[in-house]
């Protein structure tokens, strides 16, 4: 029996998961679409650009964050030079009770940067891929029938896209939903995830058998989504099928 403290962590990844995937879904696609754009410039060399940092370790990634959001890093340095440079924007933080340094880290919001920092390319590159193989006579079409810029968008990118979305969403919310090390780095701790406590029972209190059951838990979660994922995925071909015949 799984105590409600572990219901509550494995609710918490899950939200959690679902919030970063949902800000890598907005931020990502976009930027997917921008770069298939047929006005668009050097998309090989933008992509290699985004891809980039993934090259880098992925602690190395998620320190250099640290670095830059600790109390005596480089945004909270930025910051104090503003408010000397400006009394006036030193007052209006004073007014909203913020203190000589925000803190960034150690809370939520900073997990959720962290995982959407190193998750964001993996949203980005499989929508990326579907939208540039997209047949464009498909537009010219829609557009030769009337239809506006906006409506060839729902009607033709969006359900063609789809694949690249589900895979993108499978790519973020998986790791996402288990991770431990953005967590307990960015989280300070103060923000533990179901990743935390099976990593725990691995290694602190080598109770692998409730580290196993946990992990079978979160298994079992991940692949119900995944498989609603292929339901939705299903269902859209044939929607398209129907459209097209």
Request: hydrophobic fraction near 50%.
């Amino acid at each position: 029996m799984v105590e409600p403290t572990y219901l509550k962590l494995l609710i918490r990844s899950l939200r959690i998961a679902l919030v970063t995937t949902l800000i890598c879904l907005l931020l990502g696609y976009p930027v997917a679409l921008i770069l298939t754009g047929k006005d668009f410039r050097h998309p090989s060399l933008w992509m290699m650009l985004i891809i980039l940092p993934m090259w880098m370790n992925f602690l190395l990634r998620t320190y250099s964050w640290m670095s830059i959001l600790e109390n005596s890093g480089i945004l909270n340095s930025w910051i104090t030079a503003l408010r000397e440079a400006f009394p006036a924007f030193d007052t209006f933080l004073n007014d909203r009770g913020v203190g000589k340094k925000i803190i960034f880290l150690y809370n939520e919001n900073a997990v959720i940067l962290g995982m959407v920092y190193n998750y964001l390319s993996f949203m980005i590159m499989p929508i990326y891929t579907v939208i540039e193989k997209i047949d464009h006579s498909l537009l010219e079409a829609a557009s030769d029938l009337g239809a506006s810029p906006v409506k060839s968008f729902l009607r033709v990118t969006l359900p063609y896209s789809l694949p690249g979305v589900l895979e993108g969403v499978t790519m973020v919310f998986v790791p996402a939903v288990t991770t431990f090390v953005i967590s307990q780095l960015m989280g300070g701790g103060k923000v533990p995830l179901i990743g935390d406590i099976i990593q725990n029972q691995f290694g602190k209190s080598s109770d692998w058998h409730f580290g196993a059951s946990l992990s079978l838990l979160v298994m079992v979660v991940v692949l119900a989504f995944m498989r609603g994922l292929q339901r939705i995925d299903k269902e859209e071909k044939v929607q398209k099928e129907v459209r097209i015949f």
